[in-house]
């Protein structure tokens, strides 16, 4: 399977280690660098092989490349995933983690992180005592923008705000179902309260359903049945390839705009969702507010208030055209995105 994955991918250089501590796979996937160093976030969790890992790393780079092309920002895509075993010990994190850090500058600035599922701003304190300056989204007390979680949450929202206008109706007025209340959806359940929406939300973590659940009185929805719940919005906010052959007959939702990263499992989905009607809202295009807005900031110098600006800005402005390419050219939302980012790497369309 390694071999098919690699003879597949069309990416620049996969970095792949052992960290003999700790037993872990660390693994660097440069996807591309041609409008700049490669960024994207370390992923840091357990996998049941390497060749899942593997998966997971290319494939997630391929979409950092695509995330950052779209809105023209220049930076090229990357990701790092440190799969580590199911018993790593607390007390050895750290210690994976600057080893890790070393990695990063011995390439030298060609690639440049900040976190991703399982790592956080604290983790990137760590990292950036072997990594800096390599090492984005690092804790305010240690110079950098802190979460990016609430920055996605921003650019979803603004999605949302997108496809109501497709569906003839404003947030206030909609039903949404959020799949996941993480670093993202959290936020964003937050966000869609404020505006008056109607809520509902599934989650895995106890703590997680405590909080929005039992203290914020959301409404719960067991978490094998989010995806078949009937809404307006369903807005996919945890792991990815959620919207798939099987899953996409049972959908009851009128479009999709959420957060987690390579929603559609494979590109003939973006065509099936099309197809029942359902408007997607491309994931590389909703999901970029964390990634724009921290890059922003610390590497081009904007304010809170600035990043904010730019990230509805380009969301709400991409989607639009994306939409409407789609609808003028009669191809799916997913492709449609795709042309746009293609455009910008100098690959036609």
């Not at 992923?43 to 995330?67: C, Q």
């Not at 804790?139 to 206008?165: M, S």
Request: glycine share 12%.
């Amino acid at each position: 399977m390694i071999d098919g994955l690699l003879t597949s991918w069309d990416g620049e250089r996969l970095v792949v280690s052992r960290d003999h501590e700790t037993g872990a796979w660390i693994l660097i996937a440069l996807h591309s660098t041609q409008l700049g160093p490669a960024a994207g976030g370390t992923r840091m969790k357990p996998y049941p092989s390497l060749d899942a890992a593997l998966e997971d790393v290319l494939r997630l780079s391929e979409g950092m490349t695509y995330k950052f092309a779209a809105p023209g920002l220049p930076f090229g895509g990357a990701k790092a995933v440190i799969a580590v075993p199911d018993n790593l010990n607390p007390e050895e994190r750290q210690g994976l983690l600057r080893r890790y850090g070393e990695q990063i500058a011995q390439l030298d600035g060609t690639f440049l992180t900040g976190p991703d599922v399982g790592t956080s701003p604290e983790d990137m304190d760590v990292i950036a005592e072997t990594g800096a300056p390599h090492v984005f989204s690092r804790t305010p007390a240690a110079g950098g923008a802190g979460d990016p979680g609430p920055y996605t949450a921003l650019g979803v929202l603004t999605a949302i705000e997108v496809v109501g206008e497709r569906l003839g109706l404003g947030v206030g007025d909609a039903r949404i179902v959020v799949q996941g209340a993480g670093d993202v959806g959290g936020p964003l359940l937050e966000m869609l309260i404020a505006t008056g929406a109607s809520v509902a939300f599934s989650e895995i973590d106890e703590e997680l359903n405590r909080r929005y659940r039992d203290e914020w009185g959301i409404e719960s929805i067991a978490p094998d049945q989010a995806l078949a719940a009937p809404c307006d919005v369903l807005a996919p906010c945890a792991l990815g390839g959620v919207l798939s052959q099987e899953a996409i007959p049972y959908l009851r939702c009128r479009a999709i705009a959420g957060s987690a990263n390579n929603q559609l499992a494979t590109s003939s989905d973006g065509v099936r969702l099309a197809d029942r009607g359902i408007l997607y809202a491309p994931d590389f295009v909703t999901n970029v507010g964390g990634a724009m807005a921290i890059s922003g900031m610390e590497a081009l110098g904007w304010s809170p208030a600035e990043a904010d600006h730019h990230v509805r800005t380009y969301v709400a402005a991409t989607l639009r055209a994306i939409f409407d390419t789609a609808a003028s050219e009669g191809i799916d939302t997913a492709a449609a995105a795709r042309r746009i980012a293609e455009h910008r790497l100098g690959k036609g369309g």
